[in-house]
């Protein structure tokens, strides 16, 4: 019983559910509208006009306006080669197999991120079953476009894409996962023990994410530019565009010393308490606070230093730290 009440959290765990429900709830009214617009203009049940939203918008916080332009062209694609099979006089099987072939090679030049677009596909095998006449079939291309332009618009304009939300939030988490390395090596050099396989994979993954977060920032950019309502972010988005740069940086010196701690099980307290006063000047850094006292402090450590080595390479953590503010 315990477990079947616990599976929700466990399902929830890691999203952000919020953002999704925004989303469920853009589909529903892009959806309605669509289908209320098509009936409007004497369209018959046009389920083509709310596929589009359902199968175009995503929750992407650094897509322009949160719609896949790839999958809407995928269904007029779809429709296309629809229509074309109707009007052919071919067996239901050879139909629908030169559907499928057309329809996933189609997929391959409109792919979305790393997977194949597969919506061409389905609008057509959709087109076959529904269309019932070439005059029914074109009917479903102004009925998908009335479906698109109100997903657009839907998408502009309710909940558009909150990129600076995103990325502060990716940078706070980077911010931390820093300051905890830092003072995970700092520990490890205090006592002697080296840092473990599994804390250098962690700052490994920690490193990668920084790098990715850091090339995010350009479709953020480009998302700002191309959505009236977030225009004004973009003095916000330079500075995080700053910051999580200097995260970055900071993790590639962070990955140095955590590989040497491990090789050379180094014992130090007065590389240590440097570690520990860089933890705090990363930390605040990041924060987008003043860290020059936090500085200070380990670049008076790192002269009392008793390994040259790793004393070297948290003096060129601390250079680029400096270098940054």
Do not use: C
């Amino acid at each position: 019983m315990q477990r079947l009440l616990s599976l929700p959290g466990r399902l929830l765990a890691g999203r952000d559910v919020p953002r999704e429900l925004k989303l469920a709830a853009k589909m529903t009214l892009a959806g309605t509208l669509s289908w209320w617009a098509a009936s409007s203009l004497g369209a018959h049940l046009p389920l083509f006009a709310v596929l589009v939203p359902l199968v175009a918008m995503t929750g992407d916080p650094f897509s322009v306006v949160s719609v896949s332009i790839d999958r809407i062209l995928g269904i007029f694609a779809g429709v296309g080669i629809g229509i074309g099979l109707v009007h052919a006089s071919l067996h239901g099987t050879v139909m629908v197999a030169i559907a499928l072939a057309a329809g996933t090679a189609i997929g391959v030049l409109l792919r979305t991120s790393q997977r194949l677009n597969v919506q061409a596909a389905m609008s057509a095998l959709f087109m076959i079953a529904v269309a019932g006449s070439s005059q029914a079939g074109i009917a479903r291309i102004w009925e998908t476009a009335i479906g698109a332009v109100i997903t657009i618009a839907v998408a502009t304009f309710v909940w558009p894409p909150d990129p600076v939300r995103e990325l502060r939030h990716r940078l706070e988490q980077l911010r931390q996962q820093l300051a905890l390395d830092l003072t995970a090596l700092a520990d490890e050099l205090a006592t002697g023990s080296g840092a473990s396989s599994d804390h250098l994979d962690e700052v490994r993954a920690h490193s990668v994410d920084a790098i990715r977060h850091y090339f995010e920032v350009d479709p953020a950019k480009r998302s700002l530019r191309l959505s009236p309502l977030r225009r004004r972010d973009a003095p916000e988005v330079l500075d995080l565009d700053r910051r999580l740069e200097l995260a970055a940086r900071l993790y590639r010196h962070v990955r140095a010393v955590a590989r040497d701690v491990a090789d050379g099980r180094s014992r130090s307290t007065v590389l240590a308490e440097a570690t520990r006063h860089l933890a705090d000047a990363a930390d605040r850094a990041l924060a987008g606070e003043s860290p020059h006292d936090a500085l200070a402090r380990a670049e008076s450590s790192l002269g009392r230093a008793d390994d040259p080595f790793l004393a070297i390479q948290l003096g060129q953590l601390l250079a680029d730290l400096r270098a940054r503010l």
